[in-house]
């Protein structure tokens, strides 16, 4: 029986358990509410839960035993009749305890919070289980390519049949240097842009600004490479490149900077608008109350109050920027490049990880493996950035408690 | 009601710093000040009480036009300071916030050091030409704000890092700096423990030298303690005004006295 079915089943003894649960507990109590420990629908929604997670663990423990044991149950004969045979036998024992004191109620609240606490796990645990697949490949990649070689080499040319060089500097440079065109646009008019509507803007503006700016926010980041390949980088290399002599790539650090900038203004706005929103008035009125202008007013008091905030949200966006990829591939090019023109061609980590990873790889070589090397010190970069920006944020929100 | 000391204090006829005359206040639609004739003489501090809700707050913050950092709010009528209209086209709101000071009823310190606190203002102002002179405004209104002693060594430790009532000194001095002619107070002490406000009003106290003070208070006893004028509002009327003296031992309107032998509030 497939999988989508039996848990379609599950739902159904599911709901039949809260019915007869609570009929149950009707029952026994003569229907009326005072003489129960737990209120009916608890009595209900307490076989309900039980018998649907007895399901769900036996499902999942079965596919597990098959992944250790190796047992071929081709028809999910196994896999059937232990996930329904745990509902039913939950089904029954729980709708069988139901008393007049049955804390229904109290295990109820347990097995939520149990769901809850599952939720939450997952997400940390395939956090941990990515790391650590990432972990290994970049091992068995570092047993076959020199660390200092990965890690300072400044030559990138990976070749197919072997005796690559693998250094890692020309893409970090290459990261590095789009994400710091695409700050040095995004971080002013960001700022200025939530300024404008934190402080300035009248509601009917705001009504409409702020919530344009967050679809702007929606927008893929493909079409923003599109938008650098076909407009951005032929413009760039027509009315400034060229005439200045400084090449004549239409792919740059310079179109894939700008456009990455124009994706985080909204990124960088929105969140220093809260921020700046979350400035005290009392504080603004202290200021107005001495006769300072709206701008001093801004200048000087608002924005060093929200400024850590604003750092953080600046952080956020550098490690935003610094994982973008699509916006580089179709912006910046593919070459690997340690050069300070910014009309040239350049790559970054991200894309070099898709390129090695795509086409015929075979895991084994320090080519594909490099990948993993690349990812995984690109993590730890976002992962530092990301840190310290909430490190800061919260700093800033203790300050108003 | 036992320490509700009343001062028998010098009222001496003072110029006139404050005159309204038929001012109304709304917020859109609803109206927060029905019609109100003041006058507030300098050198005096003027209590405003009444039952919360009934528009002193408003009524304060028209003297210094922050209500037009309020969207909605409308004032009409007419306010003179020292005979000038202050809702005339020529005045800027900006300037008569530096002569009409406000201290809010919550301290509110910028977040910068002790002393930039205080310079805030007076740089704003242009007040001081160099270095020296900004030192000695600082130090003055610190002095003033009955705070010096107690902050004079840690000019540049955060403002916000001190307690509650000096904080709220910090304000009152960071608004003398800009060297006011009046000084507003939104209830400047419901947010102090009793020693704290006891150095407030005596602060208040002192100022009534050089300032004209007006002080919103929901406190009787402090408006009994600190002021020589009390008004008395009740919804958006100004119900009676006079000697602080009078309006406590005897008030004239039915209201008035409700209001302070507790009845209604
Ligand atoms: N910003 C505002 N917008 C709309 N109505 C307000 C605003 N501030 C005060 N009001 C209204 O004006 C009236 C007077 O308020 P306020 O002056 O704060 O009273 P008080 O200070 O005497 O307690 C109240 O009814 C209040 O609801
Ligand atoms: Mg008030």
Redesign the pocket.
Known sequence: MPGILLILILCAIAAAGYVMGRRKAATISGDDNRVLHSNKPFHGANVALAAFLSGVVALVASGVIRGVTGIADSANIMTTVLTLGAAAAAFYVTLGRITLDYRARNVTEQLVKGILIAAASVAILTTIGIVLSMVFETINFFNQYPMLDFFFGTNWTPRFQGDSDLGMLPLLWGTLYVSFIALMVAVPIGLFAAIYLAEYAGPRVRGIAKPLLEVLAGIPTIVYGLFALITVGPILRDYFAQPMGLGDSGSSVMTAGLVMGVMLIPFVSSLSDDIINAVPQAMRDGSYGIGATKSETVKQVVLPAALPGIVGAILLAASRAIGETMIVVLGAGAAARLSLNPFEAMTTVTVKIVSQLTGDTDFASPETLVAFALGITLFVITLGLNVLALYIVRKYREQYE | MNDMRILERDVDTNTIKFAGRDVHVY??E?E?IKGIDVDIEDKTVTAFI?P????????LRCLNRMNDT?D??RVTGKITLDGEDIYDRKVDPVQLRAKVGMVFQKPNPFPKSIYDNIAYGPRIHGLAKTKADLDDIVEQSLRRGAIWDEVKDRLDAPGTGLSGGQQQRLCIARAIATAPEVLLMDEPCSALDPIATAQVEELIDELRTNYSVVI?THSMQQAARVSQKTAF?HLGDLVEFGPTNEIFTNPKDPRTESYITGRIG
């Open positions: 917020y859109g609803t927060a009444g919360s809700g009934c528009g002193k707050s408003t009524f309020i909605v709010c919103v509002f």
